[in-house]
């Protein structure tokens, strides 16, 4: 599996670090990734979170990718 786009920022734009988060709180935070420079195809969806040590554990059932620490979403994307 090839990473043909990614973002990687802090939550809010980098204004609102995890550290600042209130326990059980949910946080949303639309992002736009840019597609123009990805060939065409279908490509999935995968998210994980990281702090300054790298990538944090995931856990679960469904969706699950433990070994890359990440989750992958069920949607496809199909860029033309």
């Excluded at 802090?10 to 639309?30: F, K, Q």
């Excluded at 279908?42 to 969706?63: E, F, H, K, M, W």
Aim: charged letters at 20%.
């Amino acid at each position: 599996e090839t990473i043909v786009a990614q973002w990687d920022a802090m939550p809010r734009s980098n204004a609102y670090p995890t550290s600042r988060w209130l326990n059980g709180e949910v946080i949303t935070d639309p992002i736009v990734i840019p597609l123009t420079k990805v060939p065409p195809g279908s490509y999935r969806v995968a998210i994980g979170l990281l702090n300054d040590s790298g990538r944090l554990p995931v856990s679960g059932t469904q969706q699950i990718d433990a070994a890359n620490r990440r989750v992958i979403l069920g949607e496809v994307i199909d860029v033309h």
